[in-house]
C-alpha cells in the first residue's frame, strides 16, 4: 500500500463534510495505522467534531496519522446555506488541491453549495469543472458502486441543453474518455460500455425523437469502429428496472439526473464520484451538504469512507505502473 497523503477538503462548514470527513479520517486512521490523512478546514470545528489531532502547515512532510490543515477562518453563524461559508468552502478547496499539487497524493471532497461558490468564484458550477480549469485534463464524471461504474455524458448544464450537446458529440467524446479513464485508472482495458438513450423508449425508433437515430447511434458505431465495446443505446426505463446494469463494464447516461436518479435508489452511501481524466486523483461523495442534518451527529459517514477508500485504491493503481 502507498503513503502518498489522502486529502480531504471537508467542504461547506455548515453542512455536513466536516462530519462525515472527521469521523471516516479517524475510522480509517484507526483500520489503516500507517496512512496519512490531511483534513482541510476549520481546525476547531474539526477538533469539536473529535479530530483532535495535530495541525500542520502547507510545507510539512508527509506523516502517518490524521493532521489537520486549517484554512484560518471561522465557521459562519447560524445554520446554513450561506454566502460566508461558500467562501470558506472555496477557500477549503483551493487550500486542499494546494497541498495535493505540493505534496503529491490524492484529493477526497465533501459536498459544498455550487451557488454559493459561484459568489466568490465566478463561472464556478461544481468541483469537475473547477479542478479542471485549475489543473488541466479532461475530466469525466463517474459513480463507482459494488457492481456498477456509471458515467455522465453531460454533468451540470441545463436539461434543455442536453440535445444540443448529445448531438455535437458528447456521446463520442465521452465514450473515448471513458474507455481511456477505465484502462489507466482502473486497469479496465476492454469494458462493455452501455449507452442509455435520450429520449423516452430510446426513441421509438424516430418516433418519439431521432437524437438516437441520427447522433447516439452513429456515435456508438463510431466508438466500435476505433475499439471501444459500446453498446446500446437502451431505453434508461427498463435498462435499469430488468438490472441490465449488472451485464455492464460500465454505463454511459446522458444527462445527470437519468444516471443519478438510478444509481442512488441502487447504492447511496457506497458509491463514489471519481473525476476521470484529471493529472491528480480526485474521488468524492455521493451525497449533498445536507444543511438539515449539520450539527446533530447524524450524519451518515459511509460514502465518505468510500471515498477514501477509492482514492487509495486509485493511488496504489498508480503506484503499480
Not at 441520427?214 to 476505433?226: K, S
Not at 426505463?237 to 454511459?252: H, M, S
Amino acid at each position: 500500500m502507498s503513503v502518498a497523503e489522502l486529502v480531504v477538503s471537508c467542504g461547506d462548514p455548515q453542512g455536513i463534510g466536516p462530519e462525515v470527513s472527521a469521523r471516516a479520517a479517524l475510522e480509517r486512521a484507526r483500520a489503516h495505522p500507517g496512512e496519512c490523512i490531511v483534513l482541510t478546514g476549520i481546525a476547531p470545528q474539526l477538533e469539536a467534531l473529535g479530530a483532535v489531532v495535530a495541525r500542520m502547515t502547507l510545507g510539512d512532510t508527509p506523516r502517518s496519522g490524521v493532521r489537520i490543515l486549517d484554512v484560518q477562518n471561522s465557521v459562519p453563524e447560524g445554520k446554513g446555506p450561506s454566502v460566508a461559508g461558500g467562501g470558506v468552502a472555496l477557500q477549503t478547496l483551493e487550500l486542499a488541491l494546494q497541498r495535493v499539487r505540493n505534496a503529491g497524493g490524492a484529493l477526497i471532497t465533501a459536498p459544498l453549495a455550487k451557488q454559493n461558490v459561484a459568489l466568490h468564484a465566478s463561472g464556478f458550477h461544481g468541483h469537475t469543472e473547477w479542478l479542471a480549469a485549475a489543473v488541466g485534463g479532461e475530466p469525466l464524471m463517474l459513480f463507482s458502486a459494488p457492481g456498477l461504474k456509471l458515467a455522465l455524458a453531460t454533468v451540470h448544464v441545463p436539461l434543455a441543453e442536453v440535445p444540443r450537446l448529445v448531438r455535437a458529440g458528447a456521446v463520442l467524446q465521452a465514450l473515448r474518455k471513458l474507455a481511456r479513464g477505465l484502462a489507466t485508472s482502473y486497469r479496465i482495458t476492454t469494458p462493455s460500455i452501455m449507452v442509455l438513450g435520450l429520449n423516452p423508449h430510446a426513441g421509438e425508433g424516430g418516433l418519439l425523437g431521432r437524437e438516437e437515430l441520427e447522433c447516439i447511434g452513429p456515435d456508438i458505431e463510431q466508438a466500435r469502429a476505433e475499439g471501444i465495446d459500446a453498446r446500446g443505446p437502451f431505453s434508461a426505463d427498463g435498462f435499469f428496472a430488468t438490472e441490465r446494469w449488472r451485464e455492464a463494464g460500465a454505463v454511459l447516461a446522458l444527462y445527470h439526473d437519468q444516471g443519478l436518479v438510478a444509481l442512488k435508489a441502487i447504492s447511496f452511501g457506497s458509491a463514489v464520484n471519481v473525476t476521470l481524466g484529471l493529472p491528480i486523483i480526485r474521488t468524492s461523495v455521493d451525497h449533498g451538504c445536507a444543511f438539515d442534518l449539520a450539527g446533530r451527529g447524524v450524519a451518515d459517514p459511509r460514502s465518505m469512507a468510500a471515498a477514501l477508500a477509492e482514492a487509495r485504491a486509485l493511488l496504489d493503481f498508480r503506484a503499480a505502473v
